[in-house]
């Protein structure tokens, strides 16, 4: 167990990111997409859908979201969210993580009495999915951080990739080489957050 908790504790919000990975695009695609298939679903339903941006298209997706973002964004504070969206750029690149609700839309008219947990086992589906990706990138020292700029940038991206109908886009894994190490960690008091019972 000690080397799946060290898995855990590796994987850290990494915010000062760099272009400067070892790894080839290839790599990162073979390990993502082994990553994706072994990450469990309700019923098998392998909702999961993932689109790779790399140099002017991940670059392009954090033009757009400033685009986006800009006119929602009170003009004293834009220049910090600028700044923050230029740090995401200047990485390596931008998985996209999506559900696809055409499967779970099918999952809940043949099992209508879970149709109401199908959406949120999707959802528990996606964020399984996304952490799993996140702890197999930092165990080959590859920095990332997860934003949710959706749905603000939904419209955007399906139009500028062709994204499915029925792909809901869910977040957005920012990667690149770790030019800087994350904080120390605070944690709560066990207190808080565990009960017991014999």
């Known amino acids: 167990m000690t080397e799946f908790i060290q898995a855990l ?4 919000s990494i915010y000062s990111l760099g272009d400067n990975l070892p790894q080839s695009q290839e790599e990162i695609k073979a390990l993502v997409k082994e990553v994706v298939r072994e990450s469990p679903t309700s019923f098998n339903s392998q909702t999961q859908r993932v689109v790779f941006l790399f140099g002017d298209a991940h670059k392009k997706l954090w033009s757009m979201t400033e685009e986006a973002l800009k006119p929602l964004t009170p003009a004293e504070a834009f220049p910090n969210t600028q700044a923050k969206l230029q740090s995401f750029a200047a990485g390596t690149g931008t998985l996209l993580f999506f559900e696809d609700m055409d499967i779970v839309k099918n999952l809940q008219e043949q099992f209508e009495l879970y149709a109401d947990n ?3 086992w999707s959802e528990q589906a996606s964020g399984l999915t996304q952490a799993n990706v996140w702890t197999a990138l930092a165990q080959k020292n590859i920095g990332a951080n997860l934003q949710h700029y959706n749905p603000v940038i939904d419209e955007a991206v399906a139009k500028e990739w062709s994204i499915p109908s ?3 886009l869910r977040a957005q894994l920012v ?3 770790i030019e800087a190490e994350a904080g120390e960690k605070e944690y709560m008091e066990d207190s808080a957050r565990f009960l017991e019972f014999n």
Do not use: L
């Open 9 to 12: 504790k590796k994987r850290r």
């Open 175 to 177: 990667f690149g080489s």
């Open 118 to 120: 199908f959406p949120v």
């Open 166 to 168: 029925s792909w809901k």
